[in-house]
């Protein structure tokens, strides 16, 4: 089977981003985005799910954390559509839930060339969570937002967290957030066609 596999690449006045992405891989990665815990949950990520990544990222982070971090969701969101083509014999469905002590995630993920992203969880532990080193909930969300809208994918993000470790619970979510679509991206033997009665997932 052929590799899949595309560049990572995004250029704007706030950000440079650089880097590969392979589907079919080993989960080994080189990842510099300037913002640690991001390295660290795009390591769970990639680990979890078996894809190669490289990734580099230049941004102003001396403004805020938010254009990098989205314009980097934005980057693989458009690596991994460029990557699967057609997606001719994908599973196209992946489901994962991932316990982290406290704190529980689970992620579906429907690989239809239609945007959706919603998430679910207890209002009650956001006053709690704070930041992981100025990284918070909501940049979490915004980069998984930004990665379901560039890639074109029904996205769902479902959060149980009984503690209030934000690391936990973003760390539950991006382990999920791989398995899941390492599972929506694998090649189903059985199926020799692409998976949608419409004959087309993305278009040309």
């Known amino acids: ?49 078996l894809f190669d990544l490289e990734l580099k990222a230049k941004g102003d982070l001396n403004v805020d954390m938010h254009h990098t971090n989205e314009d980097i969701g934005i980057a693989l969101g458009i690596a991994f559509k460029e990557a699967l083509g057609d997606c001719k014999g994908i ?10 002590d406290k704190a529980r995630a689970k992620v579906v ?40 809208k560039k890639f074109g994918v029904n996205l769902h993000v479902e959060i149980f967290a009984i503690g209030s470790d934000l690391h936990h619970v973003l760390e539950a979510t991006f382990k999920a957030f791989g398995i899941a679509l390492d599972e929506a991206t694998q090649i189903d033997p059985r199926r020799k066609d692409i998976p949608s009665t419409k004959g087309v997932i993305v278009d040309e």
């Open 109 to 148: 993920v429907d690989i239809s060339n239609r945007y959706a992203f919603e998430k679910h969880f207890p209002q009650t532990i956001l006053p709690a969570l704070g930041d992981e080193r100025g990284y918070s909930f909501d940049n979490g969300m915004d980069f998984l937002d930004s990665f379901a």
């Open 1 to 49: 089977m052929k590799v899949r596999s595309a560049p990572i690449q995004r250029k704007t006045k706030e950000t440079d981003i650089s880097g590969k992405l392979v589907i079919d891989g080993k989960g080994k990665t080189n990842i510099k985005t300037g913002i640690g815990f991001l390295d660290h949950m795009l390591e769970l990520f990639a680990f979890h799910g």
């Open 91 to 100: 599973k196209r469905f992946g489901s994962a839930e991932v316990p982290m």
